[in-house]
Nanobody
């Protein structure tokens, strides 16, 4: 099992910044991809950013140039630095990890709320 614990959400004004953290624990050695998804009220969950084991990243078009994903392998933690936040960035942000191997599967954190006021 892989446990993911997010932190760092909150309320911020438009134009502000937040940094989300996702601490991974458990059977993390075969994690291939780890990243962030978000879900706004009434909308489907969407990919925000992710990073693979080779540190290659990809981002949703809507956040390119504003958000940066990074990782600290020593701390088994992934970060999402969010700058120039806009009201449309509001939602619950979930950490996701995809573990490969014989029984490949996704793991999800409990989510952290990000609210951007106009």
């Amino acid at each position: 099992q892989v446990q993911l614990v997010e932190s760092g959400g909150g309320l911020v004004q438009a134009g502000g910044s937040l940094r989300l953290s996702c601490a991974a624990s458990g059977s993390t050695s075969n994690i291939i991809l780890i990243g962030w998804y978000r879900q706004a009220p009434g909308k489907q969950r969407e990919l925000v950013a992710r990073i693979n084991s080779a540190d290659s990243t990809n981002y949703a078009d809507s956040v390119k140039g504003r958000f940066t994903i990074s990782r600290d392998n020593a701390k088994s933690t992934v970060y999402l630095q969010m700058n120039s936040l806009q009201p449309e960035d509001t939602g619950v942000y979930y950490c996701n990890a995809y573990r490969g191997g014989i029984v490949a599967r996704d793991f999800w954190g409990q989510g952290t709320q990000v609210t951007v006021s106009s």
